[in-house]
C-alpha cells in the first residue's frame, strides 16, 4: 500500500511539471511571435486615455461629470481605476525570468515615479502661465503616475514571486490563491487605519498673498482644524490625510482638493478667507496618498487575475464566463458594503468604491473584448487603440498640458493674447 501510495505521488509531481513545462513553453513561443499585445487591451487603455482627456477639459463646463466632491462616483471617478485594472492585465501576458522581471519592474515603477513628479509637482504653473519652476520645500510628491508606479511595482512582485499551483483540476482563482491573500491583506490593513488611527487636533498655515483679507504685514495665516476623533471619514479627520501629512508633510500634499467643491467650502472659492467656512476647506490632501495607494494596488491586482484568465483559458466562451463571474461579484460586494455604510470615496480609495469600480473595469473589458477580439470590429475603435498603444505619450503631451503650454507660448505683442488665453476667457471663465 506504502508503494503504491508512493507511486501515485510521484506521477502526480510529474504531471505537474510537465504542465508547468508546457505553460512555460506557450509563453516563450507567444514572445518569440512578438504576439503579446491584446488589440482590446489597447482600445480599453485608449477609451481611458479619452475620458481622461474629456472628463479634464469638460468638466470645468460640465460639473457632474468631474470628481465627485467627496463621497459618490461620477464619470472621472472611473478612469484610474480603469488604468490601474488595465497595468493588472497586461502584467499576466508577459513571460517573467524573476531576477530580471523584478529588476525591469522596480525601473519602470521608479521611472514612472519620477516622470509624474516632474509633470504633476508642482514644476508647470497650469495652462494660464507661462512660468515654471517649484520650491522643493513644497513640491508634489505623489499624483496620477506616482499611484500607477507604485500599484504596477506591487502587481508585478505578486505575480513574479508569489507561488503558483500547477494541478489540471483546480480553478484559476484557486491556482493564484497567495494574490487573493495579498488582496485581504492589503484591505485589511487599509480598514484597520483607516477606522483605527486616532486623529488629533492639527494645523497648517498658508501664506497671505492668497487671501485678500490679511494684512500685508503677516506672513502666514494659521489654521487649526478641531478633530480628536477616530474612524471618522470626512475631509477633515480622516487617518489618510493625517498619515501623510506625518510622513510627506502638509506642504507636499495637493494643494486644490476637489473636496473644495462641497457645499460647506463653495462659497468660498479658491482664494477668498471667510468666517463662516471650516478651516478644512483650506488645507491641502493628497487624493493620491499613502493609504489610498493600498486599495488601489488591490485593483492591479484584481486585473492581474484577469490577465491569468486570458493566458490559462484560451476558449472565448469559458474567459467571459469567468470575468463576469467575477465582475459581477465584486458590483455586488461593493454595493453590499456601500449600503452597510462604507461610503463610495475616491480620495479615500474607499473599499467599496475599489469593489465597484474594479468590476466595472471588468464589465467595461469584457465588452470591448467581444466587440474587438472576438467580433473583430476594429476598424470602429482603430482610434482608440491608437492612443492605447502610445498612452503614456499623450499623457505627457495633452494630459500633463504640455502640448497645451507649447501653444500658449505662442502669442500677439502681448503674453496675454494668445489663443489659450481666448479659449478660457470665452469659454471657461462664463
Known amino acids: 500500500m506504502?508503494?503504491?501510495?508512493?507511486?501515485?505521488?510521484?506521477?502526480?509531481?510529474?504531471?505537474?511539471?510537465?504542465?508547468?513545462?508546457?505553460?512555460?513553453?506557450?509563453?516563450?513561443?507567444?514572445?518569440?511571435?512578438?504576439?503579446?499585445r491584446l488589440a482590446s487591451l489597447d482600445v480599453f487603455r485608449g477609451l481611458s486615455v479619452f475620458l481622461m482627456i474629456f472628463v479634464d477639459y469638460a468638466g470645468a463646463i460640465l460639473p457632474s461629470i468631474s470628481h465627485s466632491p467627496w463621497n459618490g462616483v461620477h464619470l472621472a471617478d472611473f478612469v484610474m481605476p480603469f488604468f490601474l485594472f488595465i497595468v493588472g492585465v497586461s502584467l499576466a501576458l508577459v513571460y517573467k525570468n524573476k531576477v530580471k522581471a523584478t529588476y525591469k519592474a522596480v525601473i519602470r515603477a521608479t521611472q514612472?515615479?519620477?516622470?509624474?513628479?516632474?509633470?504633476?509637482?508642482?514644476?508647470?504653473?497650469?495652462?494660464?502661465?507661462?512660468?515654471?519652476?517649484?520650491?522643493?520645500?513644497?513640491?508634489?510628491?505623489?499624483?496620477?503616475?506616482?499611484?500607477?508606479?507604485?500599484?504596477?511595482?506591487?502587481?508585478?512582485?505578486?505575480?513574479?514571486?508569489?507561488?503558483?499551483?500547477?494541478?489540471?483540476?483546480?480553478?484559476?482563482?484557486?491556482?493564484?490563491?497567495?494574490?487573493?491573500?495579498?488582496?485581504?491583506?492589503?484591505?485589511?490593513?487599509?480598514?484597520g487605519l483607516l477606522y483605527g488611527l486616532y486623529v488629533s487636533d492639527w494645523e497648517f498655515r498658508l501664506p497671505y498673498s492668497a487671501y485678500s483679507m490679511l494684512s500685508p504685514h503677516d506672513s502666514h495665516i494659521v489654521y487649526m482644524v478641531k478633530c480628536a476623533v477616530r474612524?471618522?471619514?470626512?475631509?477633515?479627520?480622516?487617518?489618510?490625510?493625517?498619515?501623510?501629512?506625518?510622513?510627506?508633510?502638509?506642504?507636499?500634499?495637493?494643494?486644490?482638493?476637489?473636496?473644495?467643491?462641497?457645499?460647506?467650502?463653495?462659497?468660498?472659492?479658491?482664494?477668498?478667507?471667510?468666517?463662516?467656512?471650516?478651516?478644512?476647506?483650506?488645507?491641502?490632501?493628497?487624493?493620491?496618498?499613502?493609504?489610498?495607494?493600498?486599495?488601489?494596488?488591490?485593483?492591479?491586482?484584481?486585473?492581474?487575475?484577469?490577465?491569468?484568465?486570458?493566458?490559462?483559458?484560451?476558449d472565448h466562451k469559458s474567459r467571459l464566463y469567468h470575468w463576469l463571474l467575477c465582475s459581477f461579484s465584486l458590483f455586488g460586494l461593493g454595493l453590499l458594503l456601500t449600503y452597510a455604510g462604507i461610503p463610495l470615496n475616491k480620495s479615500l480609495y474607499s473599499i467599496s468604491y475599489m469593489l465597484l469600480t474594479s468590476a466595472s473595469a471588468g464589465i467595461t473589458f469584457c465588452s470591448i473584448y467581444v466587440?474587438?477580439?472576438?467580433?473583430?470590429?476594429?476598424?470602429?475603435?482603430?482610434?482608440?487603440?491608437?492612443?492605447?498603444?502610445?498612452?503614456?505619450g499623450i499623457f505627457v503631451l495633452v494630459s500633463s498640458n504640455l502640448a497645451v503650454l507649447a501653444i500658449h507660448g505662442f502669442y500677439w505683442k502681448s503674453p496675454d493674447s494668445n489663443i489659450i488665453n481666448w479659449i478660457v476667457t470665452r469659454f471657461v471663465k462664463k
Not at 264 to 282: A, I, L, N, R, T
Not at 382 to 390: A, D, R, S, T
Open 112 to 191: 514612472l515615479f519620477l516622470l509624474g513628479i516632474f509633470l504633476q509637482g508642482g514644476y508647470f504653473h497650469g495652462i494660464t502661465s507661462l512660468t515654471f519652476g517649484v520650491d522643493m520645500e513644497s513640491i508634489r510628491w505623489l499624483g496620477i503616475l506616482q499611484r500607477i508606479a507604485l500599484g504596477y511595482v506591487i502587481a508585478a512582485l505578486c505575480e513574479i514571486w508569489l507561488p503558483c499551483r500547477t494541478r489540471l483540476e483546480i480553478t484559476t482563482s484557486e491556482k493564484y490563491y497567495m494574490n487573493w491573500c495579498v488582496i485581504l491583506a492589503l484591505c485589511i490593513i487599509h480598514s
Open 2 to 36: 506504502a508503494d503504491y501510495l508512493q507511486l501515485r505521488n510521484e506521477v502526480e509531481l510529474q504531471l505537474e511539471q510537465q504542465q508547468q513545462q508546457q505553460q512555460d513553453e506557450s509563453k516563450k513561443k507567444k514572445m518569440k511571435r512578438g504576439n503579446t
Open 231 to 314: 474612524g471618522d471619514l470626512g475631509p477633515a479627520c480622516n487617518a489618510a490625510g493625517m498619515i501623510d501629512r506625518y510622513i510627506l508633510g502638509v506642504d507636499h500634499l495637493y494643494k486644490k482638493p476637489v473636496y473644495r467643491n462641497l457645499k460647506e467650502c463653495s462659497s468660498s472659492g479658491y482664494s477668498h478667507v471667510s468666517g463662516s467656512q471650516p478651516p478644512w476647506c483650506f488645507a491641502p490632501f493628497d487624493p493620491e496618498g499613502i493609504l489610498s495607494s493600498l486599495t488601489a494596488a488591490v485593483t492591479c491586482i484584481i486585473g492581474l487575475h484577469y490577465g491569468h484568465v486570458l493566458v490559462q483559458i484560451e
Open 371 to 392: 466587440l474587438v477580439d472576438i467580433y473583430g470590429y476594429k476598424h470602429l475603435t482603430f482610434v482608440l487603440e491608437w492612443m492605447g498603444i502610445h498612452s503614456l
